[in-house]
């Protein structure tokens, strides 16, 4: 309920930085910065989990973008599409440049580039998952769950479980409990994609509002149990 709610688009990402900011604590090595600390948190890990929220909101104004090869004329008139391509363009464009600055102004090189590494990851995820979506109506990839959680990582994990690292690096944790915490920001992030993939299986829930994919974890997990060949006859079918 606190990571999923389709009735309300909630600021997950920022809230999960902050909890984990707090149920870190400061570390032995920034005892003695205690005083910059207010209800368990550094003024650093706020700036972080804003920062957070801001690159993820970049990213969803980024997907509005439509392809104006593909546009209908009942989608309307091409130079509305046209003007609201560039006013997604722009607008996620300023606050991905917001969040760079608030970025340096954290004064902290590892992470910078950890936060710069999960922009680039997100990049590679929404490019692939573009190329993915143009082959709509075809028979997807013959991928395994194994390919669908690297790929999950890029487009879905790769920004909570940087940025839960990068919180624990700013009150100086040990490298093992920043591990620990990208490992609970990735998993935290693929179980909420997972709940995603799995709605239009549910009966419950089912409505033409949700997109059905062949490349959803579940039909891949079938795929890997069936086998690629009686897979696509099933389909066919």
Partial sequence: GFVYDSRNSLQMRGLVVLL???????????????????????????????ITELIHTAFLVHRGIVNIGELKSCDGPLKDMQFGNKMAVLSGD???????????????????????????????GIYYENSKLSEENCLTDDIGISTWKEQVFLSHSALLAKSCQAALELAKHSAELQDTAFQYGKHMS????????????????????????????????????LGREAWIKQIRE
């Avoid at 910065?33 to 368990?40: K, L």
């Avoid at 709940?195 to 549910?202: M, R, T």
């Avoid at 419950?204 to 059905?212: A, G, K, L, Q, R």
């Fill in 20 to 50: 984990i900011s707090k149920a870190a604590g400061p570390s032995t090595a920034e005892l003695s910065f205690q005083h910059n600390m207010v209800s368990g948190i550094y003024s650093s890990q706020r700036s972080l989990a804003e």
């Fill in 94 to 124: 300023f606050l991905l440049a917001n969040a760079c600055t608030s970025l340096a102004q954290l004064q902290n090189t590892k992470v910078v580039e950890l936060i710069s590494s999960a922009i680039g990851d997100l990049v590679q």
């Fill in 190 to 225: 693929m179980s909420h994609k997972l709940h995603s993939d799995l709605q239009p299986f549910v009966k419950e829930s089912s409505n033409d509002t949700v997109v059905f994919s062949l490349n959803s974890a579940p039909a891949v997990l079938h795929q890997e149990f």
